[in-house]
């Protein structure tokens, strides 16, 4: 069975700008505070294994990168769940309309891109480990 794609009309497009703004600037907030603390706790692991080009630190700045996915990961649910309190104004002005039809597009699409591009302690660890891995230690 083939499944038809959903068309976008006015509503559609509605909802995607209310919630798309929402989540950019809930996101833009939990990714300033992440990025805030994981840019502390980089300058603290630079500084403490400064001259260190051995294992060691990179298998620091894997625990790191890997501890700020996880970090990244729980704010993200959180803030899913927070869009859900905003009614969708589309259903507001076209009653016929199912609220939320297409807020997942806009989770994944805002919500990935701001907590992770705007986040650059998180982009700078997943280039040294990309970076380690490819040419190996980049130190």
Do not use: C
């Not at 706790?41 to 051995?54: F, G, Q, R, S």
């Amino acid at each position: 069975m083939v499944k038809r794609s959903q068309k976008i009309g006015m509503p559609e497009i509605v909802e995607i700008f209310q919630y798309s703004f929402i989540l950019f600037i809930v996101s833009m907030l939990a990714s300033f505070m992440v990025s805030t603390v994981f840019t502390e706790l980089d300058k603290a692991v630079d500084k403490a294994l400064d001259d260190d080009h051995t294992n060691t630190y990179i298998s620091v700045k894997f625990f790191e990168t890997f501890l700020q996915l996880f970090v990244t990961a729980v704010v993200y649910f959180y803030v899913e769940k927070t869009v859900y309190l905003f009614p969708s104004i589309a259903s507001k002005l076209y009653k016929s309309y199912e609220s939320w039809k297409s807020i997942s597009y806009v989770i994944h699409i805002v919500l990935i891109v701001t907590l992770i591009e705007m986040n650059s302690s998180l982009v700078s660890g997943l280039h040294f480990i990309a970076k380690t891995l490819t040419v190996g230690n980049p130190h």
